[in-house]
């Protein structure tokens, strides 16, 4: 298994993502700092529970397959035609990314079904109360 954490800013956060390999996929799992971590605070997190937490996180996570690239001498043009093709296909994003995408799009739907079944569970608790309401009505109460 091949390991790799690494912090950056996207833009509002500063997020450290930990990525690892094994049998060429890819699982990942992030964590957000917020304002930007000082080195002993990266230190303390990596020492402490927060990093075995996103370690776990990371294995559970879904498992992508990483891109192998080719080593033969490709001309520029060329080039160019297959990283427009492969912006406009697969849109911008490394492996981890991906992973964090699909991660994310796996609570969602579990977050979405959950939800359901609450709501039917409360809908089903309100018609009872209505019912045993409209009975006791019924019979004078």
């Known amino acids: 298994m091949n390991g790799e954490f690494?912090?950056?800013h996207d833009g509002r956060f500063w997020i450290g993502v930990y990525e690892f390999r094994e049998d060429g996929l890819v699982r990942a799992a992030r964590h957000i700092f917020g304002a930007e971590p000082t080195n002993a605070e990266l230190l303390h997190f990596a020492a402490g529970p927060g990093f075995t937490a996103l370690a776990r996180e990371a294995e559970r996570a879904p498992a992508?397959?990483?891109?192998?690239?080719?080593?033969?001498?490709?001309?520029a043009k060329r080039l160019a035609k297959q990283a427009k093709k492969a912006q406009e296909s697969a849109g911008v994003g490394t492996a981890a990314q991906r992973a964090l995408r699909e991660s994310v799009a796996e609570r969602v739907g579990e977050n979405k079904a959950a939800r359901k079944r609450r709501e039917a569970e409360e809908g089903a608790r309100r018609r009872a109360?209505?019912?045993?309401?409209?009975?006791?009505?019924?019979?004078?109460?």
């Not at 192998?68 to 001498?73: F, G, L």
């Not at 109360?129 to 109460?141: I, S, Y």
């Open 129 to 141: 109360l209505a019912r045993d309401k409209a009975r006791a009505k019924h019979r004078g109460r």
């Open 6 to 8: 690494t912090v950056f």
């Open 64 to 75: 992508v397959p990483m891109e192998i690239k080719k080593s033969t001498r490709v001309s």
